[in-house]
């Protein structure tokens, strides 16, 4: 909002009313290389969801998405938001075309079927789900499903990088009069949907249908980079959550500071005594820094 990005009042609410910390998947780290970073829900940076190889864009990218599409995203309109990721757009899609008089409807769909269940989730417990239905994109390996486009859309937004005539292809027989696509467009010559490689940069375009006319016209918004679709989960295993990591060190001092006790004649340990010990150091020092990033 500070930056000029947000201006339409209606989208600032629905901002506002949509907390972004909810959408958060927090399992970033690499138990096996001793790492463990957090997101951070609320920097302008985009985050990992979880292990699925999937990515939350950043705050401003998702200020660009709905500002450019907010004439269609009236109370009563139709959106199809591609590629949903854990639910933060399509829970804003559905506070901006539902209210007490009008009832949109937001088609979330979601390619890592993982994604989709999270996206539920997600939208129950930040109470924004009005509307929305979750589809998980691919009826099998190569057909996608066939219910995502049994009607037609004012606004469609798509999370993943496509050639225009993908897009042509697939979502202009699908849109109403007046209505908008929001794509990140990469070049003819790079790799499109279902490649193993994303590639580097693309535009994110705003398509626009003539109400009148019903000619599409094309507008070049800003360069992006943005993954392919992803048509199933990586093979890591689930990764810890914020908390379960602290559950987890909190063990392991727990464990050492009874041990300690226990060698030491009743004397419980200072801070100096744990920092003697360079495991229990960077232990502590770990436990203390999650602590402090809890929202």
């Known amino acids: 909002k500070k930056l000029g990005v947000l201006k339409t009042l209606a989208v600032v609410k629905a901002f506002e009313e949509t907390d972004r910390a909810l959408f958060i998947d927090d399992r970033l780290n690499d138990a096996e290389k001793g790492r463990f970073t957090y997101a951070e829900p ?25 500002e450019s599409l907010s004439e269609t995203l009236s109370p009563g309109k139709r959106v199809l938001d591609m590629g949903c990721g854990s639910g933060y757009l399509a829970g804003i899609f559905s506070k901006l075309v539902t209210d007490s008089k009008e009832k949109g409807s937001v088609l979330a769909v979601e390619c890592v079927p993982e994604l989709a ?14 509307g929305v239905k979750v589809e998980v994109a691919y009826k099998d390996e190569n057909m996608l499903n066939e219910s995502i486009f049994e009607q037609k859309y004012d606004a469609i937004h798509v999370s993943f990088s496509m050639s225009h005539e993908r897009v042509e292809q697939l979502f202009f027989p699908h849109l109403l009069p007046g209505g908008k696509i929001l794509v990140p467009v990469h070049g003819e010559e790079e790799a499109d949907t279902g490649s193993d490689k994303a590639p580097m940069e693309q535009i994110l375009t705003l398509y626009s249908m003539d109400a009148e006319s019903l000619r599409i016209s094309r507008d070049e918004l800003m360069p992006v980079m943005c993954q392919p679709m992803i048509t199933e989960t990586l093979k890591d295993e689930p990764k810890q959550t914020t908390a379960e990591r602290i559950a987890e060190i909190q063990k392991d ?10 060698t030491n004649g009743g004397q419980n340990p200072t801070r100096e005594d744990m920092f003697k010990d360079a495991r229990i150091k960077k232990l502590f020092t770990e436990f203390s820094n999650l602590r402090k990033k809890q929202w």
Not at 253 to 262: G, M, Y
């Open 42 to 66: 609320y920097a302008n940076a985009p985050v990992k969801l979880g292990y699925t190889g999937a990515t939350m864009s950043t705050p401003h990218h998702h200020a660009v998405i709905v």
């Open 253 to 262: 001092l727990d464990s050492w500071k009874q041990e300690f006790t226990k």
């Open 117 to 130: 269940e999270l996206t539920q989730i997600n939208l129950k417990r930040a109470g924004c789900g009005e």
